[in-house]
């Protein structure tokens, strides 16, 4: 954990810096994410929209809720139960999207989710592997452009976009790595 | 041989409402299967198995070897050809086309989740049989959604696949999605 609280406090000292990816062990993928958003609000981001394409809403935010994260200044998308097709369950912080998973309608909800959170915040993508199994590269790679060129304006909002380790040498991973600020390698 | 202990120690450390991916070797794939569909049915689990590689009936007989319950398992078989057999042998086995058909075993698991109210957890035995016979990016999509259907239902699982045989990409993007990777 320290090794990567040490990387994000070098790296959010540069306030170019506005988009970040998170090379991570699939192993401890999911407890790296946890370990991110911690620390990331340790730092003053309170404000999270969250992505969430890997894990319904409902496991997620049971999750968070047990490891003590507050999830009161949260907004989650639900893309996981969008794309397997589960009924949509009303919840104050859940915006669900078409199970289409249409990058237009992705885009505007966080865009709107964004809107709604006052303060310092971050658009945590929880897997861009995963959504690239439901749209064509292209796609994914107008969705990443955007979300960056969305962070570049904002003042207060930072974007971390999260990979597997082992798929990182894709080749449009190496797109959006062109793109990205910062590069971290997790290590655990 | 596995080691026992530490195998039944880690499981019981993660299963509890979480998804392990249990990596192991082709000679020690059988022995991984049956001690843990043992210690689950000790845990009081229902267990649901999807059965891509032994015939069901095959299967059956191995658990009545080892002294495993077999009255709270319900299999899924996807191998031994028998789904237009109009006599089926007992209640708790439902026989799916072959590997390929992973809608009909979605639908399949999603009414078993449905219709057992009990503690339960599914066994998917094995994920490298099912990539024989699917599309990588087809078998993580619905490893994706099975494993979405079982987070919202509080399932737990057991995801066995052989180690080292399997595509890096493919290994990464399903174990990404767990919450455990286990190596016996």
Redesign the interface.
């Known amino acids: 954990m320290r090794k990567l609280e040490s990387s994000l406090n070098t790296v959010l000292k540069d306030k170019n810096v506005k988009s970040i990816m998170l090379e ?1 062990n ?2 401890s ?2 407890e790296t994410n946890i370990k991110t958003i911690k620390i990331l609000q340790k730092k003053g981001f309170g404000g999270v929209v969250y992505v969430s394409i ?3 809403f ?2 997620i935010s049971s999750t968070l809720k047990k490891q003590r994260i507050s999830i009161k200044n949260m907004l989650f998308i639900d893309v ?2 969008a ?4 009924a949509r369950e009303k919840y104050k912080e859940c915006v669900h999207i078409s199970p289409k998973l249409d990058v237009d309608e992705l885009i505007k909800a966080i865009y709107a989710s964004a809107e709604k959170i006052k303060g310092k915040k971050f658009i945590f993508i929880d ?1 861009l ?2 959504f690239a ?2 749209k064509p590269i292209s796609e994914t790679l107008r969705f990443t452009e955007f979300l960056m060129q969305l962070v570049k304006g904002e003042k207060n909002t930072v974007l971390i976009l999260n990979v ?4 990182s040498q ?1 080749k449009f991973i190496q797109n959006v790595i062109v793109h990205a600020d910062k590069i971290i390698e997790v290590k655990t | 041989m596995i080691d026992l202990a530490k195998f039944t120690k880690e499981l019981s450390n993660c299963l509890e409402g979480g998804i392990v991916l249990v990596e192991t070797s082709a000679s020690k794939i059988l022995e991984v299967h049956l001690e843990a569909v043992k210690w689950l049915s000790k845990q009081k689990y229902t267990q649901i198995i999807l059965s891509t590689t032994r015939p069901c009936k095959n299967l059956l007989e191995l658990y009545q070897k080892n002294n495993i319950d077999t009255d709270k398992l319900i299999i899924l078989c996807t191998c031994c050809k028998e789904k237009n057999n109009t006599k089926q042998e007992k209640n708790n086995i439902i026989h799916i086309k072959n590997n390929s058909s992973l809608l009909e075993i979605t639908f399949s698991l999603g009414e078993c989740i449905k219709l057992i109210k009990a503690k339960k957890t599914i066994f998917i035995d094995s994920i490298n049989t099912l990539l024989i016979h699917n599309e990588p ?1 087809s078998l ?2 619905f490893i ?2 099975v494993l ?2 079982m ?2 239902n509080n399932v737990s699982g057991l995801l066995i696949s052989l180690d080292l045989k399997m595509d ?2 493919i ?3 399903i ?3 767990c ?3 286990i190596r016996v």
Do not use: G, I
């Not at chain 1, 794309?83 to 589960?86: D, I, K, M, P």
């Open positions: 991570l699939t192993e993928y999911f890997q894990r319904p409902k496991n996981a139960s794309v397997s097709n589960e897997s592997t995963t199994l439901y597997a380790k082992d798929l894709k | 990016n993580a999509k994706h959604s979405t259907k987070r919202l890096k990409e290994r990464a993007e174990a990404q999605l919450d455990r990777v």
